[in-house]
């Protein structure tokens, strides 16, 4: 039998439910992933893995069962075992492939295939991680804006708020934890040929005798921001786990949107504080963003 793509309810902040368990396949090394037709649990995503799993548990009968990871997972039209990570031949969300969230437990669960399930994620690890999430995206959206006249001409890209896009365009790696979300940026060839200049100009210095003045103003424009306290949801055109999920945030220059398949705050006043440290890396080819939030 095909398992169906599984039905998230994470998008809407969603921290527990209940499900049928559709199966359980051993994972090795003693682990076994549960399949249910529907979850709050946020997986980690395989192909841009920038959020963490939720954690929490899975009850079956009265047995509460710990969640020790979760996983994205892809089940051929033939059916068969599920694959997961980097063991998936296709792209995400192919129409042919069923994709699944993987509950990973710590051992054999047993015989409960079939069985209602509760469902409960770690709420405070998910509040965390999605203050994170909401922070890295409003930290994109300040940097363009502190970075705007570095850009010698158009870059062809341009942010939700009319800023040349250096996030997307220079952007290397976005991981995030309970505490902050780390954003690294290439500064190298490719980038300049688009226009972007780290070097001095008459109007302004080089970037790295720049720093201090663009953390205080991408600080600046955050705390405008987190004052205002925007409304954020996410919009999803469909409750299945591949369905292409949008960030959506009311700030007070405009709607911002940005593609995410993540976890997030329902408004900005859930943060007491956001703050972004930037720095550059030895060499000078990289710039790294470490932005904090402070939950209220």
Same mark, same amino acid.
């Given at each position: 039998?095909?398992?169906?793509?599984?039905?998230?309810?994470?998008?809407?902040?969603?921290?527990?439910?209940?499900?049928?368990?559709?199966?359980?396949?051993?994972?090795?090394?003693?682990?076994?992933?549960?399949?249910?037709?529907?979850?709050?649990?946020?997986?980690?995503?395989?192909?841009?893995?920038?959020?963490?799993?939720?954690?929490?548990?899975?009850?079956?009968?009265?047995?509460? +069962?710990?969640?020790?990871? /979760?996983?994205?997972?892809?089940?051929?039209?033939?059916?068969?075992?599920?694959?997961?990570?980097?063991?998936?031949?296709?792209?995400?969300?192919?129409?042919?492939?069923?994709?699944?969230?993987?509950?990973?437990?710590?051992?054999?669960?047993?015989?409960?295939?079939?069985?209602?399930?509760?469902?409960?994620?770690?709420?405070?690890?998910?509040?965390? +991680?999605?203050?994170?999430?909401?922070? /890295?995206?409003?930290?994109?959206?300040?940097?363009?804006?502190?970075?705007?006249?570095?850009?010698?001409?158009?870059?062809?890209?341009?942010?939700?708020?009319?800023?040349?896009?250096?996030?997307? +365009?220079?952007?290397?790696?976005?991981?995030?934890?309970?505490?902050?979300?780390?954003?690294?940026?290439?500064?190298?060839?490719?980038?300049?040929?688009?226009?972007?200049?780290?070097?001095?100009?008459?109007?302004?210095?080089?970037?790295?005798?720049?720093?201090?003045?663009?953390?205080?103003?991408?600080?600046?424009?955050?705390?405008?921001?987190?004052?205002?306290?925007?409304?954020?949801?996410?919009?999803?055109?469909?409750?299945?786990?591949?369905?292409?999920?949008?960030?959506? /945030?009311?700030?007070?220059?405009?709607?911002?949107?940005?593609?995410?398949?993540?976890?997030?705050?329902?408004?900005?006043?859930?943060?007491?504080?956001?703050?972004?440290?930037?720095? +550059?890396?030895?060499?000078?080819?990289?710039?790294?963003?470490?932005?904090?939030?402070?939950?209220?």
């Amino acid at each position: 039998m095909t398992l169906p793509t599984t039905h998230v309810s994470f998008p809407a902040g969603a921290v527990t439910g209940e499900s049928t368990v559709l199966a359980v396949h051993p994972l090795g090394d003693g682990r076994h992933a549960v399949v249910t037709a529907a979850t709050p649990f946020h997986p980690l995503d395989h192909t841009w893995p920038d959020q963490p799993a939720d954690l929490g548990t899975l009850t079956v009968d009265g047995v509460e +069962l710990a969640v020790v990871d /979760c996983l994205t997972g892809a089940v051929g039209p033939d059916g068969g075992t599920p694959l997961a990570g980097a063991d998936i031949p296709v792209r995400r969300g192919d129409e042919e492939w069923s994709w699944l969230v993987l509950h990973v437990l710590a051992a054999d669960p047993g015989d409960i295939t079939g069985r209602p399930a509760a469902l409960a994620v770690d709420a405070g690890r998910r509040a965390a +991680l999605s203050a994170a999430h909401s922070g /890295c995206h409003l930290l994109a959206l300040a940097l363009n804006e502190a970075l705007a006249p570095r850009w010698r001409k158009d870059p062809g890209r341009t942010d939700a708020l009319g800023h040349p896009d250096f996030d997307s +365009l220079a952007m290397a790696s976005s991981v995030m934890d309970t505490g902050a979300s780390t954003d690294t940026y290439r500064l190298g060839k490719s980038l300049r040929k688009k226009g972007f200049t780290t070097e001095a100009t008459e109007e302004f210095p080089a970037l790295a005798d720049a720093l201090p003045a663009l953390t205080e103003a991408v600080n600046r424009r955050l705390a405008d921001w987190i004052a205002a306290d925007a409304p954020v949801r996410v919009d999803v055109p469909g409750p299945e786990l591949t369905a292409r999920r949008q960030w959506h /945030c009311e700030l007070p220059e405009g709607a911002a949107r940005i593609f995410c398949g993540g976890t997030h705050l329902h408004h900005l006043g859930e943060l007491a504080e956001l703050r972004t440290e930037l720095r +550059l890396s030895g060499d000078g080819g990289e710039l790294v963003a470490v932005t904090r939030p402070k939950r209220v």
